[in-house]
């Protein structure tokens, strides 16, 4: 069996040459001063400032990494814990290559991989210099453009080998997000106006509570709590109080926050104040993951703007904190973003107690995903029945749902909840792709589910799905077609999960892993899988452990030809 | 299950078990109340003592109405809770958990590093069959480290490592890196453990459940003989700790459970016993050769033979002890000197100091708390009537403010250390005062990196800014001390504007300080080295006992004064009197009543008059007032200041009879050497930092001829007339109680059930005083006395000549003077070289490049070390440990002496330095 070889001469050197461990080198120190300027050192801002490490030297060197320890008081495990955790940190060491500094993350999640993104990723490997480094990354967040491959932060829609080269050479690095309603065009169609009305306290927090309970919103990040319920929880305790708005969409087929974000960014902001000052939250922090860079960028200028030019001039807002994702499916889970807000490594915690009880810095904590919070504008403005006017067969209310996959028109399709896929492929995406058979489908995301098409016309909705083994999540759905594998897209599912599994708990780190290995095989051993599947649905801490499993299961159930 | 004391009182919570209609008590978890109640759940990463961490899964119970299973070591009952801890669902998923480790273990088989594997123990109860499921691609094993093995192919990521590492010992080395089944346990930056900040304490070791960490050499594979319950030979933490003996040889170690230490230890505890089984180790009595004249160069072990011969006990002794006594009966009483030892048992350090009292017939006895506390016992005994410590270590956790000033208890008392970071993490502000920025600083929430030297101004202006806002405790200052008045007067002088230049602390900071430890409801003060190795070490602990007094912060829980003891005995080794102005118990000899009551005790004419201090000794020598000496288990050619001038006495020793384990640094300079007993080899009390009389027990018997110090001692005595009949520690001890109230209540028999007692416990059956002061202090009018200290320059500034500032302390891994560490293999692997640490830019400014040699020359003496960068160390300024032979630090410093405890300045004297020289030859 290996042993780590350490020389003795190296050691004898280094004991010679400073205390134990790694010592401060102060040109580094002062490379991250210079870095972090006047910024607060404090713990939750790790994240942060490792990103502006990462960003300036595209990598981040023990040295940096050490004496930004040394800068925040924290020991070098502290952070390395912290950085190797989030895919999007580099951490090289003496002695090791850092990476090219340009990098192509080609896409290879679920419906990107039926768009061709293995053959892709062959072929940039074989076919880009070794100036660049080519990632297989999960889900970007644009299934509706699948394949997509990210050259540095600019995404390349329908990837080719051929567009992905043009962008390197031509140095195409930039994302940018330029064609949403500005603040002045939003205030021109009245936007703003209701939430003067709520700082101006001419509106009663009573009366919007009583309008999200009636309207029936139920939280659209996947979970599916009464949005109004949870509002009066939190506001029962005590302040102070925070919120954090859920923007890490990262779920595979999941592209719905991006669009709203791209269109019209201030409803979101507005529905979000309007959130916080009927709760009563002292500070409000936005988790936005790091795939969606042109988003940040736009929405730190807007989120300035509104600071700079507030409705009301008397009655001050919360402050807003616009926090950076770094590459982790995980911190989608709100337990998990909140770990991720305050600095430190994105494990979900053990509930009870639950969030709105002790949340974000230990506090009542409103977390919302931010779809939920772009519909309180409407909500308040039109009225609950509005949004519950809407739904299909029996079932209330709006869904936005993402869809990918074999259908000619993917994309966002706002529509009524309780619609069936059959009728979404119909009446929304224009069909079936030429030479593709309706297969399957996913209802919720690589977490809900798959369901084959004799299986198309059942309500999708929250609660409708779960008594198949599925669920509908945040409405990602993927379509599949007989050129495609259930089981070879369950595969890639669960090899999504072991990929993302934060790697706290037994079931989940060690089950996911070990049910990719057993579903690798030609002959899947139902049984045993069923017998993981479960446990790792009982004794896993968090979702992505008790979904994990849903994707194999609907295999064992609704695919067993193919097994 | 029987009803007990601690459960009785504590509120219930009725609810379903198994069937059962239980109750849990308040506080408890599911597991507690199931193990409580005789259930045995499943469990991996839950450990009783370290926080609950629900990961492992391995303990999920059925809760009626939950979805999921819960971890029942993180879930506590609520009233009508029904839960099933064996139920199918939940015994499926526990056996699954199971399974899935034990699939991922070495070849999937019991753990080859571990005999009581915990995951091993509970596949069996559980009955999991083999694996179903293929192995994960195992990691490298990491043996770099001397102490401790790293084999992650038996990890199971349960995290008890990092717990134990970041919670119970805050060293905060072990992270758990990277994310799913990638995740591992890292030291730093996924360094080797022998490359890492990592300081082997072996918390995490103690923790593992599988043995992924284990003691190095697969040691703890081996079946003891025995194991036995004593304490530790290194530092005043006095930690308690279990010895498993195999063939007569310490195997390994185990933490217990001591008031002192709650299972943690240091590598010296845990892993350096092993400088016992040392071949080097002293066999045989060693006469020095006819004609073969002392030098003052270091005896080299290997030239032995060319100046010692062996000879049997009876020629050894009687020519030890003839040669005392024909100097004590030719030159006189005065002529012989003792240095006693503070590692040595009470028993031991009793009977030589009566040796030196009535065989020697003068009070020339001391002990290297000379060189250590002297200054802060005289401060003490002075300003409140008693030497020792108001509150033990624990009381930190009771404290809202904590001073430590001039101690780097990370270092020097690292168990102690982590019982201020945990109650640092707890809310307790940690007031850190030491020029050197030092690991502890982490946690403190203000360090103040004074000027080396200014501590009297410092501490006068904190307490100008006291009385100056009206911070002062008026109703204590009344009722309780004495003298306020002319300190008022005298702390006039002492702004913090005046003071900031001088001390190099801002005045905001010191008036922060100020406040923070006058307002709170218990601030404590614990010190070290910095505070009394000065010439003015007495002043400065003044200032602290006067900090103390007019803040009130004393007398309660929580507060107080706690000079922080080195030596694992040298409270106890100053307790029994081996000091020259005083019996046992601090009482002047100076006082007739005192020599009264002693010469009745033991039967002999006693000297009034005070000896020798430990220096001094020196002096008298090459004034030719000295010309024998008895040194036992002490090691002055290696500790005293100026080396140069302290060796050339020993050398000039007409007689030099020196008792110990190894041939130390002074052993060479014998004229007959009598091998002695180990710690853990003998039977004896101990007394720590906090008053705690401990029991050590013998684990092993000594090599070769050497005997048991109580022995060797009473057969000197014997030939010097004394006709003493102890027949071992029990009775000296018994005769110790007569003459000390301190003790007279501790018997023997309760020490040894209890193991550890605390004193004053002056009748029998006293429950023990840990904290004292609560009424009065033992003074004449029971009063506390304020004693103003006016700021004074140390004996040695540096100058053109020689710029730099030179301090002078300890490491780690070794202990003082390194006659213990540098013999055990497993520390002297961890820190094999002489080093000097300076902050890298003044290296820089010497063009030295980090780990190349540095040459160090004082107007006394020079040397050569290799150049430490560390940026903790303050610019001007060099730090350094005294125990390497080839580099001594002592060459270099100041035999300058505060001038009412006799301790030299240690801590300051000025140096020059440049690039390169030649380091000394080692000698062990």
């Known amino acids: ?563 | 299950m029987a009803a007990n004391q601690e459960t009785m009182n504590k509120a219930t919570i009725d609810f379903t078990l198994d069937g059962k209609e239980v109750s849990a008590l308040d506080g408890e978890t599911l597991i507690q109340t199931a193990q409580r109640l005789g259930t045995e759940i499943p469990h991996l990463c839950y450990k009783e003592g370290l926080r609950a961490d629900g990961n492992c899964r391995a303990c999920v119970v059925e809760i009626e109405g939950e979805r999921t299973l819960a971890p029942s070591c993180c879930r506590a009952a609520t009233p009508g809770m029904k839960v099933q801890t064996s139920s199918d669902r939940a015994l499926k998923s526990q056996k699954m958990v199971l399974e899935l480790l034990k699939s991922d273990m070495p070849e999937q088989k019991e753990s080859p590093y571990k005999l009581d594997s915990e995951l091993d123990q509970w596949v069996k109860k559980l009955n999991v069959g083999e694996p179903r499921f293929e192995a994960r691609t195992q990691p490298a094993a990491d043996l770099s480290h001397p102490a401790i093995a790293v084999n992650m192919d038996a990890c199971i990521q349960c995290t008890r490592c990092l717990r134990a590492c970041r919670e119970e010992q805050m060293n905060d080395v072990i992270g758990y890196a990277n994310r799913g089944s990638h995740s591992e346990i890292v030291f730093d930056i996924a360094d080797p453990m022998a490359a890492s900040s990592c300081v082997a304490c072996g918390e995490c070791v103690q923790a593992c459940p599988t043995g992924a960490l284990m003691p190095a050499n697969n040691v703890a594979l081996e079946v003891a003989d025995k194991t036995v319950d004593s304490t530790c030979p290194y530092c005043g933490v006095g930690c308690l700790i279990k010895y498993h003996v195999k063939d007569d040889k310490i195997l390994y170690t185990e933490g217990r459970d001591g008031d002192t230490n709650h299972f943690r230890l240091c590598v010296k505890g845990r892993y350096g016993f092993n400088y016992i089984h040392n071949p080097l180790r002293l066999t045989k009595p060693l006469i020095r050769r006819e004609g073969v004249a002392k030098t003052t160069e270091l005896l080299d072990p290997n030239d032995l033979d060319k100046v010692f011969r062996e000879a049997s006990w009876d020629e050894a002794l009687d020519f030890a002890a003839g040669g005392l006594k024909k100097i004590r009966d030719t030159q006189g009483k005065k002529a012989l000197a003792g240095l006693g030892s503070a590692k040595g048992s009470n028993e031991e350090a009793y009977l030589f100091q009566k040796l030196v009292r009535t065989g020697f017939g003068s009070n020339n006895v001391d002990h290297c708390t000379r060189l250590c506390h002297a200054s802060s016992v005289v401060a003490l005994l002075e300003g409140l009537g008693s030497g020792a410590v108001s509150n033990p270590v624990e009381d930190v956790k009771k404290a809202e403010v904590i001073i430590i000033i001039g101690s780097n208890p990370t270092v020097n008392h690292p168990v102690g250390a982590t019982f201020m970071k945990n109650a640092a993490k707890n809310g307790t502000k940690i007031i850190l005062m030491d020029p050197n920025r030092t690991d502890i600083a982490k946690y403190a929430s203000h360090s103040l990196q004074f000027r080396p030297d200014t501590d009297v101004a410092m501490l006068n202006s904190i307490m100008h800014v006291i009385l100056d806002e009206g911070l002062q405790d008026d109703k204590f200052i009344k009722q309780r001390t004495e003298d306020f008045d002319q300190m008022r007067a005298h702390l006039k002088e002492y702004s913090p504007e005046k003071v900031a230049p001088i001390c190099g602390i801002d005045a905001n900071t010191l008036r922060e300080v100020a406040r923070l430890y006058a307002n709170s409801k218990g601030s404590m003060i614990l010190w070290g080295m910095g505070v009394s190795q000065h010439i003015h070490g007495t002043d400065n602990s003044r200032c602290l006992i006067a900090l103390a007094l007019m803040t009130g912060q004393i007398g309660k829980p929580g507060s107080g004064l706690h000079p922080l003891r080195g030596q694992n005995n040298v409270q106890g080794a100053s307790d029994v009197g081996l000091i020259p102005m005083v019996y046992p118990d601090y009482q002047p000899v100076t006082d007739p009543a005192n020599q009264a009551k002693f010469e009745k005790l033991w039967g002999v004419e006693l000297d009034p008059n005070p000896g020798l201090t430990t220096v001094e000794m020196i002096h008298a020598i090459l004034k030719d007032e000295v010309y024998g000496m008895f040194v036992q288990g002490e090691n002055p050619a290696m500790s005293d200041p100026n080396q140069n001038h302290a060796r050339k006495a020993f050398a000039a020793l007409e007689h030099l009879v020196v008792q110990d384990i190894f041939l130390t640094e002074t052993a060479g300079f014998a004229d007959v050497i009598l091998p002695a007993s180990a710690f853990y080899e003998k039977n004896g009390t101990f007394s720590n930092t906090d008053r705690r009389v401990q029991m050590g027990r013998q684990a092993v018997t000594p090599p070769g001829e050497a005997q048991q110090d109580l022995w060797i001692l009473q057969e000197i005595a014997n030939r010097l007339g004394c006709g003493w009949k102890y027949n071992g520690p029990e009775d000296v001890f018994n005769e110790m109680r007569l003459a000390m109230e301190s003790i007279a209540g501790m018997t023997w028999e309760r020490l040894d059930n209890e193991d550890s007692l605390t004193y004053p416990l002056e009748n029998v059956g006293d429950p023990g005083e840990p904290v004292i002061f609560i009424e009065d202090f033992p003074t004449e009018t029971g009063k506390g006395r304020f004693v103003p200290a006016n700021y004074v320059h140390a004996d040695e500034m540096p100058d053109n000549e020689y710029p730099l500032i030179f301090i002078t302390g300890r490491q780690l891994e070794h202990w003082h003077t390194g006659s213990m560490t540098r013999h055990s293999p497993t520390l002297d692997a961890i820190e094999p070289d002489p080093v000097v640490a300076i902050h890298p830019e003044d290296l820089n400014n010497l063009a030295i490049e980090p780990g190349d040699l540095i040459t160090i020359e004082s107007r006394r003496g020079k040397i050569t070390a290799y150049a430490r960068a560390d940026i903790g160390i303050q610019r001007g300024s060099m730090f350094m440990a005294f125990c390497y032979n080839e580099a001594s630090a002592n060459l270099i410093t100041n035999e300058a002496l505060d001038p009412f405890a006799k301790i030299p300045e240690f801590k300051f004297c000025a140096v020059k330095a440049s690039a390169g020289g030649e380091i000394g030859v080692r000698i062990n």
Not at chain 1, 368 to 377: G, K, L, Q, T
């Open chain 1, 1 to 563: 069996m290996a042993v780590i070889k350490i020389s003795p001469d190296q050691i004898k050197r280094k004991k010679r040459s400073g205390p134990k461990g790694h010592a401060v080198n102060l040109t580094a120190l002062e490379e991250v001063n210079a870095l972090l300027g006047d910024e607060s050192r404090q713990r939750d801002l790790l994240i942060e400032h490792l990103h502006k490490i990462q960003d300036q030297y595209q990598h981040i060197s023990s040295k940096h990494l050490v004496a930004l320890a040394h800068e925040m008081n924290l020991s070098p495990a502290e952070v390395f814990e912290v950085a190797s955790f989030y895919h999007h940190f580099d951490v090289v060491k003496e002695g090791q290559t850092a990476p090219p500094a340009l990098t192509v993350r080609v896409c290879e999640s679920v419906s990107c991989e039926m768009a061709g993104a293995h053959p892709l990723i062959d072929a940039l490997e074989n076919g880009l210099s070794d100036k660049v480094r080519v990632q297989k990354v999960p889900c970007v967040g644009r299934c509706q453009h699948a394949p997509v491959a990210v050259v540095g932060q600019n995404p390349i829609h329908q990837a080719t080998a051929e567009t992905v080269t043009a962008a390197v050479e031509n140095n195409e690095i930039k994302d940018t997000m330029t064609n949403y309603i500005s603040m002045e065009a939003y205030q021109a169609d009245g936007g703003y106006q209701t939430l003067k009305k709520v700082l101006e306290g001419k509106m009663s927090t009573e009366s919007i509570m009583k309008k999200m309970e009636d309207s029936g919103l139920r939280g659209l990040g996947g979970a599916g709590f009464p949005a109004g319920r949870k509002w009066r929880i939190v506001n029962g305790f005590e302040a102070p109080r925070m919120m954090a708005v859920n923007i890490d969409e990262g779920e595979p087929g999941t592209f719905k926050d991006r669009h709203y974000l791209e269109q019209d960014p201030h409803r979101f902001l507005e529905g979000m104040l309007i959130a916080a000052l009927t709760v009563g939250c002292d500070a409000i922090y936005i988790y936005l993951r790091d795939e969606y860079a042109g988003c940040r960028e736009a929405l730190t200028k807007e989120i300035a703007n509104l600071e700079n030019n507030p409705p009301s001039s008397v009655y001050k807002m919360p402050p807003i904190y616009l926090r950076r994702g770094a590459g982790a499916y995980i911190c989608g889970e709100e337990s998990a973003m909140v770990e991720s807000i305050e600095g430190k490594r994105g494990m979900p915690r053990l509930r009870p107690p639950f969030l709105a009880e002790v949340g974000l810095f230990g506090r009542p904590t409103l977390e919302h995903n931010m779809e939920s919070v772009y519909w309180v504008r409407d909500i308040v403005e039109k009225g609950p029945d509005w949004f519950s006017s809407h739904g299909r067969h029996e079932r209330k209310g709006l869904r936005s749902f993402s869809i990918s996959g074999r259908v000619n028109k993917p994309g966002v399709h706002l529509a009524p909840a309780g619609i069936t896929m059959r009728e979404l492929i119909e009446e929304y995406c224009e069909g079936m792709q030429d030479g593709h058979e309706f297969y399957g489908y996913f209802p919720g995301g690589a977490s809900g589910g798959m369901l084959p098409e004799s299986m198309a016309d059942i309500p999708m909705d929250f609660d409708t799905l779960n008594q198949y083994g599925c669920f509908i999540g945040s409405a990602a759905v993927i379509v599949f077609s007989n050129q495609d594998s259930a089981k070879q897209l369950a595969l890639n599912a669960m090899k999504f999960f072991e990929e993302e599994s934060c790697g706290q708990c037994t079931p989940c780190r060690v089950g996911t892993a070990k049910a990719a290995t057993l579903m690798e095989q030609k002959e899947w051993n139902t049984e045993l899988l069923e017998e993981l599947a479960s446990v790792m649905v009982d004794a896993s801490i968090c979702g992505l452990g008790q979904a994990a499993p849903n994707p194999m299961r609907c295999v064992i159930k609704y695919f067993p030809d193919e097994l």
